[in-house]
Nanobody, 116 residues
Framework: QVQLVESGGGLVQPGGSLRLSCTFSGDTFGLYNMAWFREAPGEERVRVATMLANGLTIYSDFVMGRFTISRVDAEKTVYLQMNNLKPDDTAIYYC??????????WGQGTQVTVSS
């Protein structure tokens, strides 16, 4: 059973940076497509960034040029580097994993708050 554990959230001022981490366990990490989603209060959960097992990255328009997703297979970890944070980035950020059979797993989420 795949387990995902996020860390790295917190309170940051506008313009600041945070790096989120997601540690994967329970299966072969290299076979999974990984992604970050976020859910702001009163809004639907939306995809932020994706990194496929082959290394291809995909970003939502609202984070393009500010956020970077990366993975270290030896560490079974996926990261989300977030720069130039804005108040609209305030949300719970969730780690997501999808295998070749489209089986999905979610982390518990980590809160990111951007406020002065």
């Amino acid at each position: 059973q795949v387990q995902l554990v996020e860390s790295g959230g917190g309170l940051v001022q506008p313009g600041g940076s945070l790096r989120l981490s997601c540690t994967f366990s329970g299966d072969t990490f290299g076979l999974y497509n990984m992604a970050w989603f976020r859910e702001a209060p009163g809004e639907e959960r939306v995809r932020v960034a994706t990194m496929l097992a082959n290394g291809l990255t995909i970003y939502s328009d609202f984070v393009m040029g500010r956020f970077t997703i990366s993975r270290v297979d030896a560490e079974k970890t996926v990261y989300l580097q977030m720069n130039n944070l804005k108040p609209d980035d305030t949300a719970i950020y969730y780690c997501y994993a999808q295998d070749l059979q489209n089986f999905e797993s979610w982390g518990q989420g980590t809160q990111v708050t951007v406020s002065s």
